[in-house]
T-cell receptor
Framework: QKEVEQNSGPLSVPEGAIASLNCTYSDQGSQSFFWYRQYSGKSPELIMFIYSNGDKEDGRFTAQLNKASQYVSLLIRDSQPSDSATYLCAVNPGGTSYGKLTFGQGTILTVHP | NAGVTQTPKFQVLKTGQSMTLQCAQDMNHNSMYWYRQDPGMGLRLIYYSASEGTTDKGEVPNGYNVSRLNKREFSLRLESAAPSQTSVYFC?????????????FGPGTRLTVL
């Protein structure tokens, strides 16, 4: 069973702080990694993807990937109340299972004013 | 450009009834997917279709069937609904173009089986 685990929440941070969301995966052959944001009652929407080791920045969001440790994270700088949502980590396994994303259980983030 | 659309948005069924969830995309994507999402859990893949004319089982296919009607449409059928199938169902599509392949989700169908 290929697993994706996210840090248990809920996570609560004050406005303006850095929120750190973590995800580990069990399949060493996994090729690409996605972070989705899901507001309550809505569908998931892509924040960013990463497939090379290191950091990838997009505005206030930074994704970090360490394939040796099988670890991917999402940092949200200058957190805003509008960032309050559930964040889903998804892993693309590659090989014959390419495209069949495995999702973590999600981390609920609350940013309080 | 509507993206991914799903019908119906809400549905209540009695145990044993059947229904079909409809999904359509206008992004000319090759691949389409059906997921279910239960409280406190991420999305779990039910079935997917890598291209028109092909379908394959995902993680939780039991109790479901699918049809890839054409490139645009991918339907999910519950032949005999059970309370365990109460969930939110999402359809998604992607181009399956490589490492950066992104799945785009429809608004979801909230299904309750009594």
């Amino acid at each position: 069973q290929k697993e994706v685990e996210q840090n248990s929440g809920p996570l609560s941070v004050p406005e303006g702080a850095i929120a750190s969301l973590n995800c580990t995966y069990s399949d060493q052959g996994s090729q690409s990694f996605f972070w989705y944001r899901q507001y309550s009652g809505k569908s998931p929407e892509l924040i960013m993807f990463i497939y090379s080791n290191g950091d990838k920045e997009d505005g206030r969001f930074t994704a970090q990937l360490n394939k040796a440790s099988q670890y991917v994270s999402l940092l949200i700088r200058d957190s805003q109340p509008s960032d309050s949502a559930t964040y889903l980590c998804a892993v693309n396994p590659g090989g014959t299972s390419y495209g069949k994303l495995t999702f973590g259980q999600g981390t609920i983030l609350t940013v309080h004013p | 450009n509507a993206g991914v659309t799903q019908t119906p948005k809400f549905q209540v069924l009695k145990t044993g009834q059947s229904m079909t969830l409809q999904c359509a995309q206008d992004m000319n994507h090759n691949s389409m997917y059906w997921y279910r999402q239960d409280p406190g859990m991420g999305l779990r893949l039910i079935y997917y279709s890598a291209s028109e004319g092909t379908t394959d089982k995902g993680e939780v296919p039991n109790g479901y069937n699918v049809s890839r009607l054409n490139k645009r449409e991918f339907s999910l059928r519950l032949e005999s609904a059970a309370p365990s199938q109460t969930s939110v169902y999402f359809c998604a599509s992607s181009d399956l173009a490589g490492l950066t392949d992104t799945q785009y989700f429809g608004p979801g169908t909230r299904l309750t089986v009594l």
